[in-house]
């Protein structure tokens, strides 16, 4: 300590220079005007992502599997295209997992080739990916 009393003596009891131009910032606007430069740029992104929830896909026996496919089969053969609700999985493009969502529409086209079905809105499901199939039709046909 005494070092630097010897080698700063000079400087260290002054007074801050202030202009007489330019008047002091007070300290809280200095402190914000170096807000913008966080060090942990992305954090709260990440931290975000981390907790966002997402599901596990059902794994389908064969009996349901053997339900699908005749639902699917009766609303092909269907004189008509008629509504159904597709339940599917929607895989997370971020993180392992996925969500279920409901898709209502009318089959526009069906791949046997690759399984995939086509709405009438044009959304592509992967027939791999629908647990369920609701439609009126179904409750018709059985009665």
């Known amino acids: 300590m005494n ?3 010897e080698r700063y003596g000079d400087i ?5 220079p202030t202009s007489e ?3 002091r910032m007070p300290k809280l606007n200095r402190a ?3 807000a913008p430069f966080a060090a942990l740029t992305g954090y709260d992104d990440l931290i975000h992502e981390a907790a966002r929830y997402t599901e596990r896909q059902i794994v389908l026996d064969e009996n349901k599997k053997e339900e699908l496919n005749r639902k699917l089969t009766l609303l092909m053969e ?15 493009p971020n993180k392992p997992g996925g969500t279920y969502e409901a898709l209502a529409g009318r089959i526009a086209a069906v791949d046997p080739l ?10 592509v499901l992967d ?17």
């Open 32 to 34: 914000a005007q170096f």
């Open 114 to 123: 690759y399984c995939y079905i086509t709405l009438d809105s044009g959304r």
């Open 12 to 16: 260290i009891d002054r007074e801050h």
């Open 78 to 92: 269907a004189a008509e295209p008629q509504d159904a609700v597709f339940t599917c999985f929607v895989p997370d």
């Open 21 to 23: 131009k330019h008047p």
């Open 3 to 5: 070092d630097a009393r």
């Open 127 to 143: 027939v791999g990916d629908v647990i369920e199939i609701e439609s009126p039709y179904f409750w018709r046909e059985q009665h």
